[in-house]
């Protein structure tokens, strides 16, 4: 049996039988407005993090869900896009796709703004998705593609990127692992499935992004999210697991290189009232600017002695100049 038919049918048990602690318990339940959300869709709520964020969501963007779960998370895009089908979501495995259908005929008793048809549900693969060129103005998947293996991520990459229109994003959240994982670890598929022995370092997450063309990546949460530990895993050293959310941008590629947001400042306090490289970046006396890795290095390749760089927060909330 292959990973893939591990993971599909591990989660059509999910969908039979919510398993409460399949994946993470940090998402947040959005308190919005005239939102609720019912029990049975945060107990199918199989993320990692959230890919949820009102500042993307602006102008009823049209939007994509891959990998559907019990729904929540559609249900919170559904409330900035009131349309009929404003918002596909997609999954492979028929029986999450039907217990979608039944959670959204309970979030329509407990919301009265809310309509089933506001979600255009479909079966697809994420590796060829059923989804026009150029459509989609915000696509999300959460705590999926940490599970596939290196040459089908690079297919759902992509295939993400040829959705998305100019400057769309592609918001997710999934497990990364910074230590090294043996391969009876690698290639155990459950294990993979539910979304432990899959995790990627930030850095080779991030280039896997880049290498298909988004210019712009914007790391948005770094939060502790399991241990595999000796005693119940078959690893010799203690692995600590962490989820990153992270939006992926459909921006042109610089000819420098894709501009990466990693939370790192830069603080001017010099004697003049600001400071110009004449690149683009102006940084107002003691007022600090959000700036991408590279143009960290740059300006620290001036030699400045009036310039604080602060270290990566890897949480990056928007703004600054690149």
């Given at each position: ?183 009876e670890l690698r290639n155990d598929a459950r294990l993979r499935a539910l ?35 000796p005693k119940n895993y078959p690893t010799e050293a203690l692995i600590y ?82």
């Amino acid at each position: 049996m292959s990973y893939l038919e591990t993971t599909h049918n591990v989660y059509k048990e999910a969908a039979l039988t919510p398993d409460v602690g399949l994946c993470c318990t940090t998402n947040p339940i959005w308190e919005l407005p005239g939102l609720k959300i019912p029990r049975i869709m945060q107990e199918m709520n199989y993320g990692c993090g959230s890919t949820v964020h009102a500042r993307d969501l602006t102008n009823n963007p049209k939007m994509l869900y891959v990998g559907v779960g019990g729904g929540m998370e559609l249900l919170q895009f559904a409330y900035f896009n009131r349309n009929k089908g404003g918002v596909i979501g997609l999954d492979v495995v028929d029986e999450m796709l039907e217990a979608s259908r039944k959670n959204f005929k309970i979030a329509e008793e407990q919301n009265d703004w809310f309509q089933s048809d506001f979600v255009d549900l479909r079966k697809g693969d994420a590796m060829d998705l059923p989804v026009e060129d150029n459509s989609i103005d915000v696509a999300a998947q959460n705590c999926l593609f940490n599970i596939f293996k290196s040459d089908d991520l690079k297919k759902a990459i992509e295939e993400m990127y040829r959705v998305l229109k100019p400057h769309g994003k592609l918001v997710m959240s999934d497990p990364t692992c910074e230590q090294p994982m043996n391969d009876e670890l690698r290639n155990d598929a459950r294990l993979r499935a539910l979304c432990l022995s899959g995790s990627l370092s930030i850095a080779d997450y991030v280039k896997a992004l880049t290498d298909a063309g988004f210019g712009t990546i914007e790391i948005r949460a770094r939060k502790p999210y399991r241990i595999l530990d000796p005693k119940n895993y078959p690893t010799e050293a203690l692995i600590y697991i962490e989820s990153i959310e992270v939006a992926a941008i459909k921006d042109p590629m610089p000819a420098d290189g894709p501009c990466i947001f990693t939370g790192r400042a830069a603080i001017y306090y010099g004697d003049e009232d600001y400071f110009d490289d004449g690149l683009g970046h102006t940084l107002l006396k003691n007022q600090p600017l959000a700036i991408c890795d590279k143009t960290t290095t740059a300006l620290q390749a001036l030699g400045r002695d009036d310039i604080f760089f602060s270290e990566p927060t890897f949480h990056y909330d928007g703004g600054g100049c690149c």
